[in-house]
């Protein structure tokens, strides 16, 4: 369910580029050191995007190394210096993870259901390390309502993204005050809705050739492209609100909202309307 939230690589500047990949490296650097080497593999982009509005809400001086690591073993790359906000997203994101395998592993079947029970399993002692239990409880309710919600009848997909959105709220705002909590807390939440309509988008093909839930009622693009447009509305109100002196994490920030997020969803809906004229 993690991955959409991506830059429009080919309009950022070339210093913006080496800097959103040098903040992803120092993020996987730092899920290695606060929280543990497995916990690494649940890197995701929307974790970058989270770490980027934090550093834009609080102006925090970072810095920058160089260093080798598994995926460029012969070559240094540059990466962001642990920080504040790469410990918390980095143990955020690891909760994520964890939560997201907890699901597969009760809503998928057959081979793919053994290896999200596997994985899961695995990823116990990533959740531990998070150190995070009252969020880690936020999000275990969430994740049992969505569940819960899922399983009974005449649920509508906007109550299901609404769940959604108050957990990835929860995520945004966790430990912030003030109104840098209530805009992040109102940005992780259309974000958060804009996440499960588009993945439902994306896997509404595959999860109806399995037999496996999906949430959508049909593949009525027009409907879900004015539902995801909505939703990216009311997120770039809130992150408009936002403060933010550093004009390279601003761009950055204002680039995924702005155009990433926005060519994602096109190319999903583009192939989710395909599949509806072929059938």
């Known amino acids: 369910m993690f991955g959409y939230v991506t830059p429009l690589t080919e309009e950022l500047k070339v210093k913006e580029h080496i800097l959103y990949k040098s903040i992803y490296c120092g993020l996987c650097r730092a899920m290695g050191k606060r929280v543990c080497g497995e916990s690494r593999m649940t890197l995701s982009y929307d974790m970058v995007f989270l770490v980027l509005i934090r550093l834009r809400l609080s102006g925090e001086k970072v810095s920058f190394i160089t260093s080798r690591c598994a995926a460029s073993p012969f070559k240094k790359k540059p990466m962001m210096e642990r920080n504040e906000a790469l410990d918390y997203c980095g143990a955020a994101g690891s909760l994520l993870a964890y939560h997201k395998l907890a699901d597969d592993a009760?809503?998928?079947k057959g081979f793919r259901r053994?290896?999200?029970l596997l994985l899961r399993s695995m990823a116990g002692r990533m959740r531990r390390k998070a150190a995070l239990p009252a969020l880690d409880t936020v999000l275990s309710g969430k994740m049992e309502e969505l569940s819960s919600l899922e399983q009974a009848e005449g649920t509508t997909?906007?109550?299901?993204?609404h769940v959604f959105g108050e957990l990835l709220a929860a995520v945004f705002g966790w430990g912030l005050e003030g109104?840098?909590?209530r805009l992040s807390e109102e940005l992780g939440y259309h974000v958060g809705k804009w996440i499960y309509l588009l993945d439902a988008a994306d896997d509404y093909e595959a999860d109806r050739k399995r037999g496996e839930y999906n949430p959508l009622p049909s593949r009525d693009r027009e409907s879900l492209a004015c539902a995801l447009n909505l939703e990216l509305e009311a997120a770039s109100r809130a992150m408009d609100l936002m403060a933010g002196e550093d004009p390279g994490i601003k761009r950055?920030?204002?680039?995924?909202?702005?155009?990433?997020?926005?060519a994602r969803m096109e190319k999903i809906l583009s192939r989710h309307a395909d599949g509806a004229s072929a059938t």
Not at 157 to 161: F, G, K, S, Y
Not at 253 to 258: A, F, S
């Open 106 to 108: 009760s809503d998928k």
């Open 114 to 116: 053994a290896i999200a």
């Open 157 to 161: 997909v906007d109550e299901l993204a």
């Open 179 to 181: 109104s840098d909590k």
């Open 252 to 262: 950055i920030t204002e680039n995924i909202l702005y155009q990433g997020m926005p």
